[in-house]
């Protein structure tokens, strides 16, 4: 049993750390692009609100409009419009680059097919929220991997 079960977690743990190397790369893009829209507005302390909300950003149920939209619609409502634009606009940047990339770095990562990698998140999201949409896509490198090695085998 060990020849087919220490290969498999060797794998496992190869998989984990691809997802974690995945976020760190989509955190650290969400980080320029912030500090990019941050720059532009003028806002004091641009890259240390850009860290923050990143971090935010990683937590896939709060995301960076958990900061940013709240933060537009109060700048709209201190008159302050432009500002308010601009930090809808950042969030729709950022928004749009993780929605884009997400399924292509955590695919690549992971060794899955970016569509398989989406509707294993989507699918582990709806069954079991926010731990599914981190465990979805670990399981399905894990029945690859030993569907492959059955495959291989036989």
Request: aromatic share 12%.
């Amino acid at each position: 049993w060990r020849e087919k079960t220490l290969p498999a977690l060797r794998r496992l743990k190869q998989s984990v750390f691809g997802w974690a190397w995945a976020q760190c790369k989509l955190m650290g893009l969400t980080f320029l692009v912030l500090t990019l829209g941050f720059f532009l507005l003028q806002i004091s302390y641009g890259p240390l609100w850009a860290l923050l909300i990143s971090f935010v950003d990683v937590l896939p149920i709060l995301g960076t409009g958990t900061v940013l939209v709240p933060w537009a619609l109060v700048c709209w409502l201190q008159g302050d419009p432009i500002r308010a634009l601009g930090l809808l606009g950042i969030y729709a940047v950022a928004w749009l680059l993780r929605s884009v990339l997400e399924p292509r770095f955590i695919g690549r990562q992971l060794g899955l097919d970016p569509l398989v990698t989406l509707f294993s998140m989507y699918a582990g999201f709806r069954l079991l929220g926010l731990g599914g949409l981190i465990l979805a896509p670990l399981l399905a490198v894990t029945a690859t991997q030993l569907a492959s090695d059955s495959a291989n085998r036989g």
